[in-house]
Nanobody
Framework: QVQLVESGGGLVQAGGSLRLSCTAS????????MGWFRQAPGKQRELVAR???????NYADSVKGRFTISRDNAKNTLLLQMNSLKPEDTAVYYC?????????WGQGTQVTVSS
């Protein structure tokens, strides 16, 4: 199973920005399908954005135009640039990988957006 470690969460005011990082183990990172999910208190975990090994991306409607997912295959790193943050973006953000049909999750990083 792939090991995933997130970083970059924190507290920010509405309208601010944060960048999340996720470092993955393994030698074939460029082939991993990766994504970011989030879970707010009392709500189900939801997809935020995902990126294929080939670099194709898709986003939840709620974050389109504000968040950008990218990957640095040389560093085994997945990124999520979050701009124009809103209080409703407050959640624990999880890194997600699918490798040869197996799913892995990171431990999560808290993002809190104050109004």
């Amino acid at each position: 199973q792939v090991q995933l470690v997130e970083s970059g969460g924190g507290l920010v005011q509405a309208g601010g920005s944060l960048r999340l990082s996720c470092t993955a183990s393994g030698r074939t990172f460029s082939s991993y399908a990766m994504g970011w999910f989030r879970q707010a208190p009392g709500k189900q975990r939801e997809l935020v954005a995902r990126i294929t090994g080939g670099g194709s991306t898709n986003y939840a409607d709620s974050v389109k135009g504000r968040f950008t997912i990218s990957r640095d295959n040389a560093k085994n790193t997945l990124l999520l640039q979050m701009n124009s943050l809103k209080p409703e973006d407050t959640a624990v953000y999880y890194c997600h990988a699918v490798v040869v049909g197996e799913t892995s999750w990171g431990q999560g990083t808290q993002v809190t957006v104050s109004s």
